[in-house]
Nanobody, 123 residues
Framework: QVQLQESGPGLVKPSQTLSLTCIVS??????????WTWIRQAPGKGLEWLGA???????FYSPSLKSRMSISRDTSKNQFSLQLNAVTPEDTADYYC???????????????WGQGTQVTVSS
């Protein structure tokens, strides 16, 4: 079945752009009826929904981050990506991709999750 794995740098300098990729196997992102989703958890904080892209290619973003965030997909590679511009130390977090069928339940344990990747924003 569908499996996810995050890929990207573990360290990003302030003001730079964070780019993460979610590698999808076991199903095509253009065919599987999932919301392909990005989530993060900063130290000492709860899970935060960042945004998602549907199998149709429509993107949705957290209002607080929309101005500097972009979620896209590469259908040839069966991947979807997160781009977060102008990062600050506040963006330090564990970043996860997941797949869910109900966007209101994005943080559900039973969704399909990647293992997560730690991103530190520091000079």
């Amino acid at each position: 079945q569908v499996q996810l794995q995050e890929s990207g740098p573990g360290l990003v300098k302030p003001s730079q752009t964070l780019s993460l990729t979610c590698i999808v196997s076991g199903g095509a992102i253009v065919e599987k009826n999932y919301y392909w989703t990005w989530i993060r958890q900063a130290p000492g904080k709860g899970l935060e929904w960042l945004g998602a892209i549907t199998y149709e290619g429509n993107s949705f973003y957290s209002p607080s981050l929309k101005s500097r965030m972009s979620i896209s997909r590469d259908t040839s590679k069966n991947q979807f990506s997160l781009q977060l511009n102008a990062v600050t130390p506040e963006d330090t977090a564990d970043y996860y991709c997941n797949a869910n069928r109900d966007p209101t339940g994005w943080g559900n344990f039973h969704n399909i999750w990647g293992q997560g990747t730690q991103v530190t924003v520091s000079s």
